[in-house]
C-alpha cells in the first residue's frame, strides 16, 4: 500500500539534495513529493545521486503555489523551528504517527522550507501544525536531504507499526505461589550444598537470587522447569533437613 504522504518541497536549490532525497523517499516506501517554484536548472548532479530512485525523481510534481500543492491535503505540517500562537510543534517521531494516522482520512502533507532561509512567515501560517529535529544547538541547521529522510525514516516506521499483526495472546504467567516454591526449592539446594550458612544472611541472598526471576515475568511453563531442573540437581546432595518442598 502508498500511503498518501506528500513531502512538498519550497524553492529547492541544491540538485544534489533532490537526487538524495530521492533515494531517501523510496528508502521509505514513498514516492508523492512535489517541488514549488525549484531553483535548479541542472538536474544532472539529482540524477546521479538518485541511485535506484529515477521513477522517484521523474515523478515529482511540480506545482506552481504551496496553496496548489496541498489543496488535497486534509493535514499539512511545516518544518520550522519558529513558534507559532496556535501551532503545535511536533517531534519528527510524533509527525510520523500522526502523518500515517490522518493519511487514513485523505492526503496528507510535510513542507520544507528552502535551504538558505527556511519556510517563509506566509508559507508558516498556511501550515496546521509545525515540526522540527530537536539537533544541538552547537549546530542548529540540518540538510534538506538529511531532513527528508529522518521524517520518512519516521513515517516509515510508524506505517510499519501500524500495519504489524496484532500480537498473540501471552503465554500464562507464574503465579506468586509458584514463584514462592521456586525460591523454597533453590534456598533448599543451596542450603544442603553448602552455600547458605548463616540463615538470615542466606534469607537475603536467595531473596537477590531470585529477585531477577520475579522482574522477568516467568511464564508457568518457565517456572515449572525450573523446579524441575532444582529438584534434579538436590537430587544429588544428601538430604539433611527432610524431604524437598512439594514440587507441585
Partial sequence: MVLPVRFVLMRPRNAENLGAA?????????????????????????H??????????GGVKRPDSLDAAVSDCVWVVGT?????????????????????????????ALVFGDERSGLTNAEV????????????PEQPSINLAQAVLLYAYEVRMAHLADSAP????????????????VEATLEALLTTGGFLVDEKPGRTA???????????????????????????????FPVDGGPPPDET
Avoid: F, I
Fill in 166 to 181: 496484532p500480537p498473540g495472546p501471552l503465554p500464562l504467567a507464574a503465579t506468586d505461589a509458584e514463584l514462592a516454591r
Fill in 48 to 57: 546521479r545521486l538518485a541511485v535506484h530512485a529515477e521513477d522517484v525523481l
Fill in 125 to 136: 501560517e498556511r501550515c496546521h501544525d509545525l515540526s522540527a529535529v530537536p539537533t544541538a
Fill in 80 to 108: 520550522s523551528s519558529r513558534k507559532v500562537e496556535g501551532k503545535r510543534r511536533l517531534s519528527p517521531r510524533a509527525v510520523g504517527e500522526e502523518l500515517v494516522a490522518r493519511a487514513k482520512q485523505g492526503p496528507v
Fill in 22 to 46: 530521492a533515494r531517501a523517499l523510496k528508502n521509505c516506501g514513498l514516492s508523492d513529493w512535489a517541488w514549488v517554484t525549484p531553483e535548479v536548472e541542472d538536474l544532472g548532479p539529482a
Fill in 206 to 236: 536467595v531473596r537477590d537470587l531470585v529477585a531477577p526471576l520475579r522482574r522477568s515475568r516467568l511464564t508457568r511453563n518457565e517456572a515449572r522447569l525450573w523446579l524441575a531442573a532444582l529438584h534434579t540437581v538436590r537430587k544429588h
